[in-house]
C-alpha cells in the first residue's frame, strides 16, 4: 500500500475500499467526500479510481472556439453570465456567415481540427442561419469537427421554429453538424437553478435534449457551474442525474466542471471557489461518475497552476484551447499555438502522466510518450 | 537486484518515523517523488506539530527605503543604477510616513527592504530601523538581509556581532534570510558581487538567533538549479537548526518556501512543483516550526492547497501589491478577509501573527 493510501483518515477510507473493488458509490458517499477536510487524502482515492479506470493517458485536442453571437434572449435571466448582451448593447454582436468562415480558415491554417461553437439565443435569426454557417464551415474545412450548441440552444430552436428535438438535430446533423456541446447545465437542483437562472431551460429538459440525441447518435458533453451558492447535496444531486443518464444511453464523452467566475455578473458580491474546492469537485467528479471516461480540467479557466494539480485528483483531460480570438489576426504565425503545445506535453509529463492528442470523440491521434520527443 | 532500494513510500515511511534520510534518498524525493505521498506525508508532519490546526498569516508591507543596486540578480526587478532618473532613496520621514498608512490599515508586520549600497552612513539604517520601532512599537520589524549584513561588515568596519546588536537595539524583530538562492554553484552564474559564500550567510544567521531575533528561512526553487542543491540547501538549513537548537536559541522560526522569475532559458516552476517543495521541506526539516506558502507569491489558488500538504502559514498580505492573483479569477489586493476565508474553507483555524 502506498504511503499515502495508508495515511487516508478512517472515516474515508469505506471509500477507498470501494474504489479498490470497483464498486459504486453513492450520494452519501459523494456528501463525505465534499464535506471533509482531507484533501490530499481525497486525492489519492481519486487518482486510484483514475488509474484503474482510464489510465495514464492525459487528452488534449487542438480547438477553437467560435463564439456567433452574444445576443441573448436570457440577458437578465443567467445571473452568472458575463458574456450575454441584448440586442440595442454595442458591445453585442453577431457574426456573418461570411465572419465565420474567415475565422475558421484562420485557425485552420493553425492546425485546429475542432470547433466549437455556441452563442446566445438570439431572438431574431431564423434557422437557416445556423444550417447555413455549418454548411459554409463544412466546406472550407472539411476536415474539421463541428461541435455545436448546447441543449439550451437546441431547446431554443425547438420553440422558436416550432420543430421536434429530434428534427432539429437531424436538420442539423444534414448540414454537417458533429456533435453537441455540454453547456447549459449550471446546477440542476431547484432550489439553486431558481436563484441562478430562474426562467431558464431546467435540469430534467437538459438531461431530455442528451437523451434525444445519444439515442440519435449524436454525441455530447456535460458540465456543471460550481463555486456560487451550492450545498454538497446540490452537487451530488447534479453528478448523480448525470450518471443515471449514462447508464441509459453511454452517450457523454466527458464531463466538465465549470469553475464560476464572479467579475461582471450580477453575483459579482461572491468570492468564487478556491482551489481548495475546485480539486474537491474534480475528485468527486471522477469518484461519482464511474461510467465517463473523461473528466476535463480548462487549463485557463481555474489557472493554469490548479489544471496541472487536477491531473493528481482524477482529471485526465485538459483543454488548452486557443481561446484569444486575436490568435486569427497572426494571420499564419503557428508559435502561440506550438508553444501552448510544448507548454501542455511539459505539464503533463511533470505530472508523471502520458500526453495523448485527440478528436473530438476521444480517438487517440497521437500519443508523446517519452521516446517520441 | 538493489536489496537496499527504496521507493517514495518506504522513504517517506522512514523520514515519518523520525529517521534522517541520507542525503541521495533526499536527492531522490526532491527529484522523482511523485505529489500525493509527498503531500500526504507532509500532512501527516504538519499534523502532528500543529494539532490544533491554526494557520498564521500576517498583514504585512513592504517599504523599499531605496531602489539602486549594484548586484545584478536575474530573478529581482525594481532596481536600477545610481545615476538612472528612476533611482530613489526615501528619508527616514518619508518612510514612517508610508509606515503611518500601512499601520493604519492593519499592519502587523512591515518588512524594511533596499538594494545594496555603498554610499549610505550607518546610522541611515540603524535609524530607519529606530524611528519605525519607536513609532510602532507593536509592529514586528523585518529589517534588511543576510546579504546586507555582510556588507555593512566590510562598509562599517564593524563585526556581525556588533552589527546585529546595533540593529537589535535599534528594534529590529526579524530576518528574513534572503540572498540564499545563491548558495553553492551558481553565484558566478549570477554575478552577485556582493553576495557572499553560504557559510558567512549562515554566520549572520546564527548570530540573529543568538541575539535573539527571529529568522524566516527560504527555500527559493525554480532557478535552474538541479535537486542536489535544492536538498543541500535544506540539508544545511536543518544542521543549523539543530546546532542552534541545542544551544536553547533555534534559528528559524519558519521556512518559506517560493520560487521567483527564472534566468532566461529556464522554465518557470509550476504549482505541481510548489506543492512539492512545500511538502519536501515539511518532511526533511522537521526541526522548524512552521512551514509558509506565501499566497501572493504563489497564487492564492494553489498556496492555500499547501496547506494540506504540509504548509501552515500563509505569509503576509503585501498590501503594497495590489495585483495578486486571488480565487477564481480575480486580480486585486490581498485582504485578510480574504486569508481567513482561504483558511476556514481548509477546515482550519485562522491565526494573525503579530509575533513569530
Redesign the interface.
Known amino acids: 500500500m502506498s504511503l499515502a493510501a495508508s495515511l487516508i483518515p478512517r472515516d474515508l477510507m469505506p471509500i477507498y475500499e470501494k474504489v479498490m473493488q470497483d464498486q459504486r458509490l453513492d450520494a452519501e458517499d459523494g456528501i463525505k467526500l465534499l464535506e471533509s477536510h482531507d484533501l490530499f487524502a481525497i486525492g489519492t482515492i481519486a487518482n486510484e479510481a483514475r488509474k484503474r479506470r482510464v489510465g495514464d493517458y492525459v487528452y488534449f485536442n487542438n480547438n477553437a472556439h467560435i463564439n456567433y453571437s452574444n445576443i441573448c434572449a436570457l440577458s437578465k435571466v443567467c445571473k452568472f453570465c458575463a458574456f450575454g448582451k441584448v440586442g440595442a448593447d454595442p458591445e453585442g454582436y453577431t457574426y456573418s456567415i461570411e465572419q465565420m468562415v474567415e475565422k475558421a480558415k484562420g485557425y485552420a491554417r493553425l492546425g485546429v481540427t475542432e470547433f466549437h461553437m455556441v452563442g446566445g439565443l438570439h431572438p431574431d435569426m431564423p434557422f437557416a442561419y445556423y444550417t447555413d454557417f455549418i454548411r459554409a464551415i463544412k466546406q472550407a474545412v472539411p476536415q474539421a469537427h463541428l461541435k455545436c450548441f448546447t441543449a439550451v440552444e437546441i431547446d431554443f430552436f425547438t420553440r422558436k421554429f416550432k420543430m421536434s428535438t429530434e428534427e432539429v438535430l437531424l436538420r442539423l446533423r444534414e448540414a454537417g453538424h458533429g456533435s453537441m456541446t455540454g453547456g447549459g447545465a449550471e446546477m440542476f437542483h431547484p432550489e439553486v437553478h431558481n436563484v441562478l437562472c430562474k426562467g431558464k431551460m431546467s435540469g430534467e429538459r437538459y438531461l431530455e435534449i442528451h437523451r434525444i440525441a445519444h439515442n440519435l447518435g449524436v454525441r455530447t458533453t456535460c458540465t456543471m457551474l460550481y463555486g456560487h451558492i451550492e450545498k454538497p447535496y446540490h452537487v451530488v444531486d447534479h453528478m448523480l442525474k448525470i450518471r443515471a443518464l449514462q447508464d441509459e444511453t453511454g452517450g457523454e464523452s466527458a464531463f466538465i466542471p465549470l469553475a464560476f467566475h464572479p467579475t461582471n455578473t450580477d453575483l459579482a458580491h461572491l468570492p468564487g471557489p478556491t482551489g481548495h474546492y475546485d480539486l474537491k469537485i474534480i475528485a468527486v467528479a471522477r469518484l461519482l461518475l464511474d461510467n465517463i471516461k473523461a473528466i476535463k480540467s480548462y487549463w485557463v479557466m481555474i489557472s493554469p497552476r490548479i489544471a496541472q494539480v487536477s491531473l493528481a485528483f482524477g482529471a485526465n483531460d485538459i483543454d488548452g484551447t486557443v481561446r484569444e480570438e486575436k490568435i486569427y489576426h497572426f494571420a499564419g504565425a503557428n508559435t502561440p499555438m506550438l508553444q501552448e503545445q510544448n507548454d501542455l506535453l511539459r505539464i503533463i509529463r511533470e505530472a508523471g502522466r502520458i500526453p495523448a492528442e485527440r478528436d473530438t470523440l476521444y480517438n487517440v491521434l497521437r500519443v508523446y510518450d517519452e521516446a517520441a520527443v | 537486484m538493489n536489496l537496499n532500494f527504496m521507493d517514495?513510500?518506504d522513504l517517506?515511511?522512514k523520514a515519518?518515523s523520525g529517521e534522517k534520510l541520507f542525503p541521495d534518498e533526499a536527492i531522490y524525493l526532491c527529484a522523482e517523488g511523485?505529489?500525493?505521498?509527498l503531500?500526504?506525508?507532509g500532512?501527516?508532519v504538519a499534523r502532528r506539530l500543529h494539532p490544533d490546526g491554526r494557520v498564521g498569516y500576517a498583514v504585512t508591507k513592504t517599504i523599499v527605503y531605496s531602489n539602486v543596486c549594484q548586484p545584478e540578480c536575474p530573478f529581482c526587478t525594481g532596481t536600477v543604477t545610481k545615476d538612472d532618473p528612476a533611482a530613489f532613496t526615501k528619508t527616514i520621514d518619508e518612510v514612517v510616513a508610508e509606515a503611518a498608512d500601512a499601520v493604519a490599515a492593519g499592519a502587523t508586520q512591515i518588512t524594511l527592504q533596499g538594494g545594496h549600497r555603498i554610499d549610505l552612513p550607518w546610522d541611515y539604517y540603524t535609524g530607519l530601523v529606530k524611528a519605525l520601532h519607536d513609532r510602532f512599537p507593536e509592529v514586528q520589524l523585518f529589517a534588511y538581509s543576510p546579504t546586507e549584513i555582510m556588507v555593512f561588515n566590510v562598509l562599517f568596519q564593524k563585526r556581525t556581532a556588533e552589527v546585529i546588536a546595533e540593529l537589535k537595539a535599534a528594534g529590529m524583530g526579524g530576518l528574513m534570510a534572503g540572498g540564499s538562492e545563491t548558495m553553492a554553484t551558481r553565484v558566478p552564474e549570477y554575478r552577485a558581487l556582493l553576495r557572499g559564500p553560504w557559510n558567512e550567510w549562515f554566520d549572520v544567521v546564527h548570530r540573529c538567533a543568538y541575539a535573539g531575533i527571529p529568522v524566516v528561512l527560504p527555500f527559493v526553487f525554480g532557478l535552474g538549479e538541479p535537486a542536489k542543491e535544492r536538498v543541500g540547501h535544506l540539508y544545511r538549513s536543518r544542521a543549523v537548526q539543530e546546532r542552534t537548537t541545542m544551544a536553547g536559541k533555534p534559528a528559524f522560526a519558519a521556512i518559506s518556501v517560493f520560487t521567483l522569475t527564472p534566468p532566461e532559458g529556464v522554465?518557470p516552476a509550476?504549482?505541481?512543483?510548489?506543492?512539492r517543495m512545500v511538502a519536501l521541506a515539511r518532511v526533511l526539516l522537521q526541526n522548524v516550526p512552521h512551514v509558509q506558502s506565501s499566497v501572493v507569491a504563489?497564487?492564492?489558488?494553489?498556496?492555500?492547497?499547501a496547506?494540506?500538504?504540509g504548509a501552515n502559514d500563509l505569509g503576509g498580505t503585501h498590501m503594497e501589491f495590489t495585483q495578486a492573483?486571488l480565487?477564481?479569477?480575480?486580480i486585486g489586493p490581498m485582504t485578510a478577509a480574504?486569508m481567513e476565508?482561504?483558511i476556514t474553507?481548509?477546515?482550519?483555524v485562522p491565526a494573525l501573527r503579530t509575533r513569530w
Open positions: 517514495t513510500s517517506l515511511r515519518l511523485d505529489l500525493l505521498n503531500a500526504m506525508a500532512r501527516e522554465v509550476t504549482g505541481h512543483e510548489h506543492l504563489q497564487g492564492a489558488k494553489v498556496a492555500q492547497v496547506l494540506d500538504g492573483e480565487a477564481a479569477g480575480r480574504e476565508r482561504l474553507e481548509t477546515g482550519r
